[in-house]
């Protein structure tokens, strides 16, 4: 019997009004299906976020969570418990104790501080860009999927309709010529296209898009080329076009391969679909592929997830990116349909998915290089992360940067030394402004002394786990140690978690601070505001776990 398909239709306006309506029977014909995130949330296509179970907790190194996170050690004895030097009982503990709710840092200032902004500013921080000659990677958005994951935290139109793609790559190649009128010969190092489902694309849509980037831009001829395909609607065609374009790095989602977790979030991918897109791509060139799965979805336990953790292994991807689900329905409304088969899990189940998987990938060889980033040894992500080249952005960690990132397309966020700033999210603003020949700027924010020696702090932190203020000193024209002597004397506070070496100048975190190093990167963070502890308080931002 046919399942009744379920349509959300809902959006948020920037000051966060929700405007929704759920309706269920069969799929209309032509019906468009739009799901707008909140302003400032554009992401990866795989990059749920939340976990309406977690509760508020204190500011990170106020007493009270200093009390929290003081729990019993017990003798290490695994993998992991070697690094940590802590049981992962214990370890799972400490997590689920320690963990708050706090930004994501693939920027500094967060996407939450951005305010409104006029397209001229941006004009005038693209000549900047074109008189500096700097490097630049360009982000295209492409927001259309064939159907809706529930979890879904991305900015997506859900249409099944193939002219919304056609046109949708006029438009694009109409921005582009705007961005690179004002960036003149400004050599463009990196190509990303990111979704939504960058495959919902034809050969030949993806064949246009490819012609006005070169029409429109100076790439240079090593310049890396990077997609995100979704296994389940990925043709053969699509990856010939792909490889013949010198794409050689690409991303797909998993999320888990148990059937009841899939019913659950209404995404359906077999363990074939995607071995087969693995082997496809890697005959087509592809040198570089990287598999996301998430943790904290309902029905989830360990046995289930070691399974999904067991046969991503299997596939021998060159990077893993393991996501905590991040169930924020107050913002996604589409995301109450995830509860349907059981609450999203807690904080400490978080912590022991978290912990099992961690186990489970370093025990299979791969390397732990951050927050939520795994590679094989010898990767480019992997040698990037040993020559500290490895950096945080929009779309997580990366090998290396650009000296800007310009996103074309809707929502798309860009970020310059300077400024970071998102074009409309809803399409039709993007495309009225396109159209008229504007610059589609919505929101952003302009980058003070104080922002920029800040992202640098949290940037070393993110990525290496330990930032040199030394560095930091000369790089920004301060005394470093003074400049943040608050948060050092927050940090030398903190004990299991990082310390802060006076002779050396460097800031470090532990293993299991390396964990958390979200709630670390907070206390240098000048925006962050411990959430309200109110009954009803809406939380802004994801688990730190
Ligand atoms: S494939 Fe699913 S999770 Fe990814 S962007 Fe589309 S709807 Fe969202």
Redesign the pocket.
Known sequence: MMKPTVIVVHRITSSGTVNGSLCTGGFPEGCVLVVMPAEGSSRR??DPRGDSRTTCSPAVGSPRWRKACASPRSPAGTRFDEASGMSNADTVAMLAACASRGPRYTSYPPATEFTRLDSEHVTRELAQVAARGESVSLYVHVPF?KS??WY?G?N?IVTRNPQAGTAYVDQVAAEMKMLGEAIGTAPVTEIALG???PNFLSPRSLRALFAALERNFSITTDARRSIEL?PRTTTTPQIETLGAAGFRSLSM?VQDFSADVQDAIH?HQTKQQTRWLVDVSRAAGFDDINVDIVYGLPLQTELSFGKTLDAVIELSPDRIALFGYAHLPSKLPHQRLVERAGPVLDTRERATLLVLAIERLTGAGYLHLGLDHFAKPGSRLARAAADRRMVRTFQGYAEHKADAILGVGVSAISSTPRMHWQSHSELGAWEDAVESGRLPVARGIALDADDQARRAVIGRLMCDGEVDLGQISAAHGIDAPAYFARELATISGLGDLASYDAATRVVRATPSGRLLVRNLCMVFDRYYQVPSRAPDAQPRFSPTI
């Open positions: 296509a795989s999927c809706l994951c879904c991305c997506v979704g939504g489902s979704d989602g995404r």
